[in-house]
């Protein structure tokens, strides 16, 4: 076998299912497509069906394997109906990213329990759910992976962002404990923390931009650590945060 041919297997994803939340656009929508480029038969996910159709169907022009899973993550019936409705399609589902989530910048003392409550149930509870059930899934053919989105915000604090801050620590904890829990069953589970690319959700802001790089990340700057978390050749990677942002968090 020649090194090309083994690059290859290690980065592999013929014949697998995955399914990565709020997807229609944004960076899950980068990384979703590079998972389908991988070999993967990918689900797109959002809440608005005929947007997932139509971006479902551009994918699909380009020669790739998509499915759409129109549900909202913070809807718990229809997040597990999206999952059995796949597996009942597929026989199984190997992969989950667990990207959906907004962000609400005020300042702390702007804050209400609503609000506060809304981002730990978009951040945590929901990928707790759709972890879990995917996990249940995995479970058989002794292999799965799971991704969640964390932040810079999870290691850095920012004053007017104390509810996505908490979340996304939230999420990196979670990440770990996924990991202890399903390592046994073939399962991993790690944390993506990406700083700011220009994304449409950040077009025309400049926060958080720089790092050692001094630039904000291309979106197709995620696919590699996307591909390689979801990949064969991560088998031994689990209970990690991998750090996509341009040196951010750790320099200074």
């Known amino acids: 076998m020649t090194i090309g041919t083994e690059i290859e297997r290690l980065f592999a ?3 697998r299912v995955a399914l990565v939340t709020g997807s229609a656009q944004g960076l899950g929508l980068v990384m979703a497509r590079s998972l389908a480029r991988c070999g993967a038969k990918v689900y797109l996910n959002g809440r608005d069906g005929d947007r997932l ?5 551009v994918l699909a022009g380009e020669g790739l394997a998509i499915g759409i899973a129109p549900f909202d993550v913070l809807d718990a019936d229809a997040s597990l109906e999206a999952i059995d409705d796949i597996v009942a399609t597929e ?14 910048r005020r300042a702390i003392d702007d804050i209400d329990a609503d609000g506060f409550a809304m981002m730990m149930e978009a951040h945590v509870a929901a990928p707790f759910r759709l972890a879990r059930a995917a996990a249940e899934a995995m479970k058989p053919g002794g292999w799965g992976r799971i991704v969640m989105l964390s932040s810079a915000a999870a290691v850095r604090g920012a004053a007017g ?26 399962i991993t589970c790690n944390a993506l923390i990406p700083g700011r690319f220009m994304t449409e959700s950040n077009a025309g802001s400049t926060r958080g931009a720089g790092g050692v ?3 904000s990340g291309d979106p197709d700057e995620i696919a590699a650590a996307a591909i390689f978390l ?15 942002d341009g040196g951010v968090s750790n320099c200074y």
Do not use: Q
């Open 13 to 15: 994803l013929e014949g």
């Open 91 to 104: 026989g199984k589902i190997d992969i989950l990213i667990n990207n959906a989530g907004p962000r609400l």
């Open 161 to 186: 962002d104390a509810a996505y801050t908490a979340a996304k620590g939230g999420v990196s904890a979670m990440t770990r404990a996924l990991a202890a829990e399903y390592g046994a069953f073939g």
């Open 230 to 244: 979801c990949s064969p050749g991560a088998s031994f990677v689990t209970a990690s945060a991998l750090t996509v």
């Open 53 to 57: 159709a139509a971006v479902r169907d």
């Open 213 to 215: 790089l001094g630039r």
